[in-house]
């Protein structure tokens, strides 16, 4: 059991990237598990997943080996610096979406933005001009 803690001594190990990529392991992985029912598309995938499936696999047991911990390290924080960002973008969509009421133009049926708690507006529509009455 003393090599085998030996070997594991000064690896990185696993972090939210390797998450990820187990995450996305297991999609393709049913994904090509639900293609073997629809016949032409089973051999496209199968020459397709399983190099795709190996590849990750791969990757995600050297990442986890690996000895260069300032690599990885860097790997990992340049992938929460995007999900972060994107789960802020995603924020911003929500809480925007929650300031504002929207209606269908009469007109053109193009759906037109209005903020809450205005009141009655009068709103135009830009891309027909047509001319209505709303309660925000």
């Not at 795709?52 to 995600?60: A, G, R």
């Amino acid at each position: 059991m003393g090599w085998l803690r030996r070997f594991f001594h000064g690896r990185y190990g696993y972090d939210e990237f390797n998450n990820a990529l187990i995450i996305i392991l297991i999609i393709i992985n049913l994904v090509s598990v639900l293609t073997r029912f629809i016949p032409f598309v089973n051999q496209i995938a199968s020459w397709l997943m399983l190099p795709l499936q190996f590849c990750f696999l791969v990757v995600i047991v050297l990442r986890s080996m690996s000895r260069n911990i300032s690599a990885r390290t860097r790997e990992n924080t340049a992938f929460l610096s995007i999900l972060h960002r994107a789960r802020r973008a995603l924020a911003s969509i929500k809480r925007r979406d929650r300031n504002f009421r929207f209606f269908p133009c009469p007109g053109c049926r193009e759906t037109l933005r209005v903020p809450k708690g205005t009141g009655k507006v009068l709103i135009t529509c830009p891309r027909c001009g047509e001319r209505f009455q709303k309660k925000a």
